[in-house]
């Protein structure tokens, strides 16, 4: 019973660098040029049960995701986890795209490739965290879907038991394939790259894919496709009012003390507790 499994990722700028990030103005999207990237997080227990179910059952690891082409060397790092191959959707074309411009390209990606009996996504991403591509995913494919999974027990492609996680439990489902399934971190713990498996993913196959290679309409592609749209975008001004007060020490506290009283506050209850030698 091998498996085609399809995992989307989505490298996201690395957390330790969200202080050097900026908005283009005029686009009004984020210039992630010069950020370095790394697969979104909870994409790696997504990828952690793919290996687990192939490891069990046989088949194909494929690792999917939409992102400029220098994302190559950051998807990479899920080959050598054990994925078997990989799809990179990039064009210009798709730039600015919202969750589901984006959740359109990946659906046409993985038509374009034959399908997936399975189709696994984290929940949400680090930088978005909109937890919405893998709904909208299950949508465009026509494929049931389920959200905030945290055990998933495949006896046969028609007997899957299913545990989604909720606010105060879990919610049991049985399921047959093909389905999508967007897991939480509860799932499993996403285990540690190699040397060796480094090595071995850059011999693996890394397909790019894009505009005119997927079969797309440019009505759902991209910003304009996009039917969420930024507002204005502004610097707020941060500062505070300064004032430059000269003068004896007795001046500067006297002054203190009436700019104190002035914003309501009682300077006699600390006055006199400092008289008492009291903090």
Not at 14 to 28: A, L, M, R
Not at 119 to 138: F, H, I, N, P
């Amino acid at each position: 019973m091998g498996l085609n499994i399809v995992v989307c990722v989505k490298p996201i700028p690395d957390p330790e660098k969200y202080n050097e990030i900026t908005i283009d103005p005029v686009n009004k999207t984020i210039v992630r040029e010069g950020i370095p990237t790394i697969i979104n997080p909870i994409d790696k227990h997504a990828i952690e049960e793919a290996l687990k179910i192939k490891e069990q059952y046989g088949g194909k690891v494929i690792l999917m995701s939409m992102a400029p082409p220098n994302a190559k060397e950051t998807i990479q790092e899920g080959l050598a986890m054990g994925a078997d191959e990989a799809y990179l959707l990039s064009d210009k074309k798709f730039a600015g795209a919202d969750t589901l411009a984006t959740s359109y390209v990946l659906a046409q990606g993985i038509k374009k490739i034959g399908g997936a009996d399975l189709v696994l996504t984290g929940t949400e991403s680090g930088d978005g965290a909109t937890a919405q591509v893998s709904s909208q995913l299950g949508e465009w494919l026509d494929l049931p879907h389920l959200w905030g999974v945290i055990e998933c027990n495949i006896k046969n492609p028609d007997d899957i038991y299913i545990k989604t996680k909720i606010e105060n439990g879990y919610m049991e489902w049985a399921g047959r394939l093909p389905m999508v399934m967007a897991v939480s971190r509860e799932i499993n713990k996403p285990r540690y790259t190699t040397i060796m498996g480094v090595m071995k993913a850059k011999k693996k196959p890394f397909t790019i894919l894009t505009f005119a290679d997927l079969e797309l309409d440019e009505n759902y592609v991209g910003l304009a496709g996009s039917p969420t749209q930024p507002g204005e975008i502004f610097t707020p001004e941060i500062g505070r009012k300064g004032e430059l007060v000269k003068g004896s020490k007795e001046e500067l506290v006297q002054f203190i003390i009436e700019k104190l009283r002035a914003n309501g506050i009682n300077v006699e209850k600390f006055t006199l507790g400092c008289e008492g030698g009291q903090n």
